[in-house]
């Protein structure tokens, strides 16, 4: 595969979209980008022949691509260079590929389209659902991606300093609690590097305003991260069968963690091991 641009993360988040769709399916080309100021800028390519579609840049509404984006469903040119329902703005890129069929896929996030994944093949080919799956799957998988990084930048921005925690309301201590125990739940179920460590900044943040609201001083206390995971899930009120859902944990585990956590912190209810976890500044 080739990358075209300097790689942050969601270029690198494309990049692997399509390296792996370059595997899975049965068009020899895939390619795609994300959208930037109405233009989806194509940042990784996969099988191709040549470079004709290096730096490709697709207005929204324009072209196949273009077209998806649009209507935020996947469109299909079976035989490109003769489509009438499309605009020809880019045939100098897909004809000089050699491309004949081309299948274009968008990526949306919360009802948006941020980007497209393309998959082009140099004869005619027919597109069915058993073709189409793997890019209707890449596809999901960044819009997923992309709405839990736009959720933990939205966190981040909204986690008060640690200067402003004496005066948060009681309503605003429960968003802030609320929060923490979502991004845990997130973070349980992130494999990105990059975004495992952006996570980390918005519960180090949290941390840090709950040390400070709190007036918490030091603490021997360590918790596993899947004690803190239990136990922020606990401090919500849930339930282990709850907990269990959230963290795609058995019911047994569940409560394992919760007797392990409690006795670290020297409680024997879990409210008690809530209450001191928050006094120490652990939780928020």
């Not at 641009?5 to 020899?28: G, K």
């Not at 109405?38 to 040549?50: C, E, K, L, P, Y």
């Not at 349980?188 to 007036?215: P, Y």
Request: hydrophobic residues 45%; aromatic residues 4%.
């Amino acid at each position: 595969m080739t990358a075209l641009a300097a790689p942050d993360s969601d270029a690198q988040l494309v990049s692997r979209a399509v390296d792996d769709l370059a595997r899975s399916t049965r068009f020899p080309v895939v390619f795609g980008g994300l959208e930037t100021e109405g233009s989806v800028h194509v940042t990784a390519i996969a099988g191709a022949r040549s470079h004709a579609i290096d730096d490709l840049v697709v207005k929204v509404g324009r072209g196949l691509g273009g077209a998806a984006m649009i209507e935020k469903r996947p469109r299909l040119a079976l035989e490109y260079r003769t489509a009438r329902t499309i605009t020809h703005d880019y045939d100098r890129a897909i004809l000089g590929e050699g491309i004949a069929t081309l299948f274009a896929v968008p990526i949306v996030t919360e009802g948006r389209a941020r980007g497209v994944l393309y998959c082009g093949s140099w004869s005619q080919a027919p597109v069915g659902d058993l073709v189409a799956r793997p890019a209707f799957r890449a596809a999901d998988a960044v819009g997923t991606e992309l709405r839990i990084r736009d959720e933990v930048q939205r966190r981040l921005a909204l986690a008060p300093s640690p200067e402003a925690a004496a005066g948060l309301t009681p309503a605003a201590k429960e968003d802030l609690r609320e929060s923490f125990a979502e991004l845990r739940s997130i973070a349980a179920t992130v494999d990105d590097a990059a975004l495992r460590q952006r996570l980390a900044a918005v519960e180090q943040r949290l941390a840090a305003v709950a040390r400070a609201g709190a007036g918490a001083g030091d603490s021997d206390v360590q918790l596993s991260p899947r004690e803190l995971d239990v136990l922020a899930c606990c401090a919500l009120g849930s339930t282990n069968a709850e907990i269990a859902a959230t963290l795609s944990l058995k019911e047994g585990t569940v409560k394992s963690y919760l007797q392990a956590a409690m006795a670290k912190l020297d409680a024997s209810t879990r409210h008690a091991a809530v209450a001191r976890a928050r006094r120490l500044g652990i939780l928020p």
